[in-house]
T-cell receptor
Framework: QKEVEQNSGPLSVPEGAIASLNCTYS??????FFWYRQYSGKSPELIMS??SNGDKEDGRFTAQLNKASQYVSLLIRDSQPSDSATYLC???????????WGLGTSLAVNP | NAGVMQNPRHLVRRRGQEARLRCSPM?????VYWYRQLPEEGLKFMVY????????ESGMPKERFSAEFPKEGPSILRIQQVVRGDSAAYFC?????????????FGEGSRLTVL
């Protein structure tokens, strides 16, 4: 079982819809969770971090964490074509000094 | 406030040559991470360094690859005797604190092509 699993996609949503990206992980000791966005040919960019169970909202983005079920999700409301990118889930198991990365989900927002 | 600076952005080498990639972290950041990314693949951790120290090199191939982060100057990722399989994007990221390993700021990457 991979440590961090994401559906590779592509996930295709119409402009204005809600895009839902999911990530499951295997290490119950994981404490910190991150969503990065990577445009094609560019470097990853941190968009959300979440550390405790529940929802965290930042503008059109909402991160949801459920440690009991070992998943973390990212919701993008009012999706825009500029949101089309690969979204990478990453986590830190506390004592580790490096992140564990998923392979990413490709999102396409269609005008 | 300049971000993470990497150079060169693009590097072409022939098999057997050396590739040297440089990374200057954001001002105030003393923690540097190097990642490799192949097309359509995820980020692969290579090495984590602090000034003058290699903290974790568990992702580095045992041969031909080395990294340093001297007291003065940028961090360097060095690949000796490159092979075609080394062709990839190499990203450097920095963080302001040790427990900030999740909140990384990435450079634009160095894209190595081995002919």
């Amino acid at each position: 079982q991979k440590e961090v699993e994401q559906n590779s996609g592509p996930l295709s949503v119409p402009e204005g819809a809600i895009a839902s990206l999911n990530c499951t992980y295997s290490d119950r000791g994981s404490q910190s969770f991150f969503w990065y966005r990577q445009y094609s040919g560019k470097s990853p960019e941190l968009i959300m971090s979440i550390y405790s169970n529940g929802d965290k909202e930042d503008g059109r983005f909402t991160a949801q964490l459920n440690k009991a079920s070992q998943y973390v999700s990212l919701l993008i409301r009012d999706s825009q074509p500029s949101d089309s990118a690969t979204y990478l889930c990453a986590l830190n198991a506390g004592n580790n000094r490096k992140l564990i990365w998923g392979l990413g989900t490709s999102l396409a927002v269609n005008p | 406030n300049a971000g993470v600076m990497q150079n060169p952005r693009h590097l072409v080498r022939r098999r057997g040559q050396e590739a040297r990639l440089r990374c200057s972290p954001m001002k105030g950041h003393s923690h540097v991470y190097w990642y490799r990314q192949l097309p359509e693949e995820g980020l692969k951790f290579m090495v984590y360094l602090q000034k003058e120290n290699i903290i974790d090199e568990s992702g580095m191939p045992k041969e031909r690859f080395s990294a340093e982060f001297p007291k003065e100057g940028p961090s360097i990722l060095r690949i000796q005797q490159v092979v075609r399989g080394d062709s990839a994007a190499y990203f450097c990221a920095s963080s302001p604190r040790q427990d900030g390993a999740g909140e990384l700021f990435f450079g634009e990457g160095s894209r190595l092509t081995v002919l």
